[in-house]
């Protein structure tokens, strides 16, 4: 069954650095990686980066300067690199990509089931 598989969220102090990876292991025609998201407790899910089909990236004001998202469409694996972290940055975190399996012409949207991120002070 497809499916996107998180990892690298942990527990890290403030001012270090984490690498998050978003893979889609299973058989698949295609994908199109879209993003990462995030999702503190009590609070509503965020966008926190983005990247285009061309390559082009976009970043939450709150994390720009500090994260840089990237892909291996190769490997099929999205990956965000988190330098210079803050408390405020702890959340779950979510990828996104939207998946065309074999035998379908379809386009369906998945989400990765959420790494934890925590920051201590």
């Known amino acids: 069954q497809v499916q996107l598989v998180e990892s690298g969220g942990g527990l890290v102090q403030a001012g270090g650095s984490l690498r998050l990876s978003c893979a889609a292991p299973?058989?698949?025609?295609?994908?199109?990686?879209r993003g990462w998201y995030r999702q503190a407790p009590g609070k509503q899910r965020e966008l926190v980066a983005i990247v285009g089909s061309a390559g082009s990236t976009n970043y939450a004001d709150s994390v720009k300067g500090r994260f840089t998202i990237s892909r291996d469409n190769a490997k099929n694996t999205m990956y965000l690199q988190m330098n210079s972290l803050k408390p405020e940055d702890t959340a779950a975190y979510y990828c996104n990509a939207g998946i065309t399996v074999w035998g379908r012409r379809d386009e369906y949207d998945y989400w990765g089931q959420g790494t934890q991120v925590a920051v201590s002070s």
């Open positions: 299973g058989s698949i025609r295609s994908i199109n990686f």
